[in-house]
């Protein structure tokens, strides 16, 4: 059985017996956004739907779904051309469903990396721990892929690793200091250095422990240089070095406690239904999601539902039409969606999420069907525009394949 290792940090790397294979798919952008995406899910099921719009985010494709056929025979056919034969079944596909093979031996390093960090959390014994996080700091080579880093997908994974790195490299830190091992501590801040250029404490540790080793002119270049970039206090002098790093070291866990208590102070809303706002505070949640939409070239659209009584109907029964409306609305949407009140006979609506117009229509057309069943609806006409906000072409994201 042939031994395969899939590195995902600091680089995208198949291997097979140590040497690197299907080079091919440096070729096909897609192609690797499909590996990639599939061997992150560890196994779990992905529709067609979800990959397409993973694969496609933002993009317009006549036929999405016959492009991914294109490109799941396209990864085969560099499998048949390297004769990989052990990986002819890596990714598996059922009806409506695509799956990387859970059953297939392989190496992943960001799966290795989390399985790692919670053995050491679990760690009675210091050393045990210790020398884990020590395998963490080998296994991360750099950033989660690099190269597919704009990724909405990636980039929210990619922070929590680097979160788990940093959570490592400080406690390996910490027993190189109990054991005066400042050679290492110099070695492992260098490199670390490399990865977060604006760490303040990276600084301040390599600077007591050029000091410890007597390499006074280091420490003093290594101070200028983190003056010189803002991360440093101007006020830091390598004497005084120990006393600051003692301070960094309380303010970041001051934070750790103070964010925590944040966190508890706002849960998780598993309430269903859409945000149900004013207009202003719509306009707000407008602004945030055209800024998402930029960064991420993640769809949004705009609807504009208007309710028209018929002639001399009562205004007070107007009202509470529109606020059972409102709650029709509420429920139809999800979390991710606001709505407002817009006028007296008017709401607004932002709808979110990797959908094209014709998907943006679907609750739309729901709500007008479920008002058109409440009780005194004949009174009223409901109709509504959908309105898709363009990505301006200075702010859209390129995607070749």
Known sequence: MADIEIRMLGKFEILMDGKPVLAALNQSRKATMLVQYLVLQKGEKVTHKELTDTLWNGERSTNPDMALRAIMHRFRNMIEAEGLQTMENCILTSRGYYQWNPALECRIDVFEMEALMEEARRQLNPSAAVARYERVLELYAGRLLPLSCNESWVEFRSLGLHAQYRIALFQV?????????????????????????????????????????????????????????????????????????????????????????????????????????????????????????????????????????????????????????????????????????????????????????????????????????????????????????????????????
Do not use: W
């Open 173 to 401: 830190l910490e027993a190189c200091k109990r054991k005066g091992e400042n050679e290492r501590i110099v070695k492992l801040c260098r490199r670390a250095i490399e990865l977060d250029p604006y760490e303040e404490r990276l600084y301040l540790e390599m600077i007591q422990a050029l000091e410890a080793l007597g390499r006074h002119d280091e420490a003093q270049e290594l101070t200028r240089r983190g003056n010189a970039m803002g991360c440093l206090h101007y006020a830091v002098e390598p004497e005084r070095v120990g006393v600051v790093s003692r301070q960094a070291r309380q303010a970041d866990r001051n934070l750790e406690n103070d964010i925590t208590r944040l966190a508890e102070k706002l849960p998780a809303d598993d309430t269903p239904g859409a945000v149900y706002c004013t207009f202003e505070t719509f306009r707000q949640i407008y602004h945030l999601q055209r800024g998402v939409q930029a960064r991420f070239g993640i769809p949004i659209y705009l609807a504009l539902l208007t309710v028209t009584p018929a002639q001399n109907t009562d205004p007070e029964e107007t009202g509470a039409m529109m606020d059972h409306l409102g709650e029709l609305i509420n429920k139809s949407l999800r979390r991710c969606d606001a709505l407002a009140r817009y006028s007296e006979t008017q709401y607004v609506l932002l709808i979110c999420g990797n959908s094209s117009a014709e998907h943006g229509n679907t609750p739309l057309e729901r709500i007008k069907a479920a008002f058109y069943r409440m009780p005194a609806h004949g009174r009223y006409l409901l109709n509504y525009h959908l309105y898709a906000p363009e990505l301006h072409t200075t702010e859209a994201r390129t995607h070749n394949d």
